[in-house]
């Protein structure tokens, strides 16, 4: 690979001294990043952190303080990918198309000699919001996103809204782990989380729908919802997403992996009260990744995507070949679990969710609403105009 420099063999990680791997190839993103080998020091990342994540592999992970990079632990079939294929990533990366890549930014990956685990460290795909949100008349109507798992859950939550009024939410407006098939997930809606509720198949209860759990029917409903999920863009923003979604979908498939997710997270907030908003900064955080979040001004409301590529190191093996087999008799369809190039056709139909139909956040919109006068200054300042409509004002 053109241009790698030397780079350094351990580097100290909580305190401990840890050995690189493949630093030859990572330090290049970390190059590109502006990031030095010891960046995880200034973080606020401890080891004592780690917990097992939600996935079925159970990986340790961890966020750092500042939430800007994610710890997670590398083992089995992901970290034989990632041993495989660790130079032609940071290649593909390095050098992606002029659109860019939504996989995530791997800035290092290290073995902790004290147990000889594995982790990668990877820039944060959806920072946390920060502020709350209003939500005008979405409670009782639905509209672009919808509101149906506020409605499910307010009771339990001692939520009321009355129709025309608002709601001041924490939290994400939508936020979806997407991957083109039935297994398509709603994680949050209107600032509720929606946990987790698998139906396996020994769960005879949870195939009568009456038996169902409350909880059960909201996750479902939740995945239904992901499946047909679309998603409103600036039109050359909608145009590079889509790209970016075929392009990296066919660069997975050549090297055998399959399973990946979309993570696609959306905050908005009334353009007309971003003035109230002392530091839309913390309302719209900054992504990690280039260009983003896009922002787009509809419906009255000003409106932020952010979106990227996760868990892409599974390979397509014995394993996987057999849950096919009992998927097929099982599952609904289209499922995740096929082989990499239909894995692939099936993932890049989510580029066809992103729609270029929203105006640019400069004055032009709804009657009586400048939001770009309203959030000149603040949003970003740092980034260039062609990346944020928000800073040419």
């Given amino acids: 690979m053109a241009g790698i420099q030397m780079s350094p063999t351990t580097v100290a990680v909580n305190g401990q001294e840890v050995k690189l791997k493949y630093d030859a190839a990572f330090s290049m993103i970390r190059q590109m990043s ?6 995880l020091e200034q973080s606020g990342f401890a080891f ?23 710890v997670k632990e590398v083992k089995a079939s992901d970290q034989l990918s990632l041993d495989t294929h660790a130079e032609a990533y940071c290649e593909y990366v390095v050098n992606a198309p002029s659109n860019g890549t939504l ?14 685990f594995n982790f990668v460290v990877m820039n944060n795909l959806l920072p946390n919001p920060k502020l709350h949100t209003l939500l005008h008349d979405r409670l009782v109507e639905e509209t672009e996103l919808g509101t149906w798992a506020w409605k499910e859950m307010k009771e339990q939550e001692g939520l009321v809204a009355e129709p025309g009024g608002a709601l001041k ?22 600032g509720m989380e929606i946990p987790e509720e698998h139906k396996r198949c020994w769960m005879w209860g949870l195939f009568c729908c009456p038996a169902c759990t409350p ?11 992901a ?9 050359e923003h909608a145009k590079d997403v889509a790209n970016m979604i075929r392009n990296d979908a066919l660069w997975l498939a050549s090297l055998n992996l399959m399973d990946h997710s979309l993570m696609v997270g959306v905050l908005s907030h009334p353009a007309i009260k971003l003035k109230d908003v002392e530091d839309p900064t913390e309302l719209f955080p900054k992504s990690s990744m280039p260009g983003q979040p896009y922002i787009c001004l509809r419906n009255g409301r000003v409106w932020a995507h952010y979106v990227g590529i996760i868990d892409f190191l599974q390979p397509w093996n014995c394993k996987k070949d057999c849950a096919s087999c009992i998927k097929c008799c099982c599952a609904r369809s289209p499922y995740s679990t ?5 894995y692939a056709e099936q993932f890049s139909t989510l580029a066809d969710r992103f729609h270029g139909n ?29 990346s944020n409509p928000l800073a040419a004002k």
């Fill in 34 to 39: 502006g990031l030095q080998a010891d960046f």
């Fill in 48 to 70: 004592s952190k780690l917990k097992a994540g939600g996935g079925k592999g159970g990986d340790l992970m961890a966020f750092t303080s500042d939430n800007k990079y994610l």
């Fill in 103 to 116: 996989l995530p930014r791997f800035y290092l990956y290290f073995e902790r000699p004290s147990d000889g």
């Fill in 169 to 190: 939410v924490t939290g994400w407006d939508g936020k979806f782990d997407l991957k083109g098939c039935c297994d398509d997930k709603t994680q949050e809606l209107d």
């Fill in 215 to 225: 909880e059960y029917k909201v996750y479902k409903k939740g995945k239904d919802f």
């Fill in 227 to 235: 499946f047909e999920v679309e998603f409103n863009l600036q039109k």
């Fill in 338 to 342: 096929v082989n990499p190039d239909l």
């Fill in 358 to 386: 929203s105006q640019p956040v400069d004055g032009d919109g709804d009657a009586g609403i400048d939001p770009a006068e309203i959030c000149k200054g603040f949003i970003f300042p740092e980034t260039t105009a062609e």
